[in-house]
């Protein structure tokens, strides 16, 4: 079993930054790919960013390259979501995951989410 604790989220007006963390624990967590998704009302998951546990290999969804970044810090098995220049459009509920071992930008390749945070973007 692989434990996920996101924090970080919450109100943010136009332009302004958040930063999220997902902290994981569990005995395999790091064979895991780690992503971020998010979730808006009434629109389907879709796919954010990951990231493997080396740091070498990140992927971006094309609607966030440019603004949002992900890292790591295996000191403290924490993944990061660095988010700036937010946008009303970025409101949703973000989700961290692990798994990602066929598609890393697809939600049913991973086998455990953490249970949320809100990201609310005010125009």
């Known amino acids: 079993q692989v434990q996920l604790v996101e924090s970080g989220g919450g109100l943010v007006q136009t332009g302004g930054s958040l930063r999220l963390s997902c902290a994981a624990s569990?005995?395999?967590?790091?064979?895991?790919?780690m992503g971020w998704f998010r979730q808006a009302p009434g629109k389907e998951r879709e796919f954010v960013a990951a990231?493997?546990?080396?740091?070498?290999?990140?992927y971006y969804a094309d609607s966030v390259k440019g603004r949002f970044t992900i890292s790591i810090d295996n000191a403290k098995n924490t993944v990061y979501l660095q988010m700036n220049s937010l946008k009303p459009g970025d409101t949703a509920a973000y989700y961290c995951?692990?798994?990602?071992?066929?598609?890393?930008?697809?939600?049913?390749?991973?086998?455990?989410w953490g249970q949320g945070t809100q990201v609310t973007v005010s125009s």
């Open positions: 995951a692990a798994g990602g071992r066929t598609r890393v930008d697809s939600s049913g390749s991973y086998d455990y």
């Open positions: 569990g005995r395999t967590y790091r064979s895991y790919v």
């Open positions: 990231i493997n546990w080396t740091g070498v290999r990140r």
